[in-house]
C-alpha cells in the first residue's frame, strides 16, 4: 500500500510540475485600486483551488456540526419515550414458588 501511495504522490507531483510550466502565462489582475499585479496563471489557478477546498472544509465542518446536534436531540427524545414506555409498562408479577403438596 506504501508503495502504491508514493507512486500516486510522484505521479500527482509530476502533474503538477507539468501544468505549472505550461501554464506560466501572465495574468494580470486588476480589482480598482485595491489589487494591481501580475501572477502566473499556474498560480492564479492554484490559488482558486485552494480556495475552493477550505470554502468546502468550513462547510462540512459545519455541517458536521449540525448532524451532531440534530443526532443528540434524536438521542434524548428516544431517552425520553424510552423512560416514557417503561413509566406505562405494568409491574412484573412475581408469582409464589409451588411447594410440593404431600
Known sequence: ??????????VFAFFIVTFSLENAAPVHLKYYNFIDMIVPMYMLLFISLLV????TGFLGIIERFRLNRAISRSNKTIRDLRKEL?????PPIIEEPKTPTQ
Open 1 to 10: 500500500m506504501k508503495i502504491l501511495s508514493l507512486i500516486l504522490l510522484i
Open 86 to 90: 417503561r413509566a406505562h409498562e405494568p
Open 52 to 55: 475552493g477546498i477550505v470554502i
